[in-house]
């Protein structure tokens, strides 16, 4: 399976470059450029919410050309049928965690602070990306080579990031081991995804309820009488 998402995520990859940067003679290939590129959205988007509401399994490339309103060839013709797609989906996934990294959130003047306000913009980006959270998921428990990508290509670039931020306040990190640090950054993802996603979607819960407790457990870490952060 992941041999084949790479396989497709390649094709998928050399297919956006000839959309992009294909050459212009009046207009016209530019604006078959751009109504490809539309295309290839909206079946990706489609897709997404197909698989999320109905199943991966269950979901015929009819299903989901209809949604988009595209002809069923498409999909095939651009991403090889469901398999690609899926693959697209990630390699969106990549392209918006970039943008992520880099967003307006300022940094907070302390650590504490910054961790707070890292886990409650854990959670917000978490619920935003349930759709895509409720197709991989179950794609993972049945297909570990789905697990291994998304881990690669997105969780471990979040965490990073998000370590990095913490790590600019090197007036804590200096008194604090590495691996605190670490282990910070590390509960911002785990926080963003048990009440960002867990408890609202899979359990139920009131998301304004399940934020708020995530705030609450946040600063249960940070008063960890092994490591007091605000000493």
Known sequence: MLKTMKRNTK???QLAGRVEFGPSENGTSSKRSRDRAAKKQALIRAALGLFASKGYEV????????SAGCAEGLIHRYFSGKAGLLAAMIEHRVSKEALDSSDDLRPAPNLEDEFLQL???EVERVWESRDFLRVFIPRAIVDPDVGTAMNKALISVRAKAILNRLKHHESHATTLP???IEALAQAVGMLGLVFGFVRPVLLGQDRLRAKKMATTVAKMFLGNPLYPLAA
Do not use: M, P, S
């Open 11 to 13: 094709r998928t990859g």
């Open 59 to 66: 979901t015929t490339t009819r299903e989901i050309a209809a």
């Open 119 to 121: 886990v409650n913009r």
């Open 178 to 180: 590495q691996e605190t």
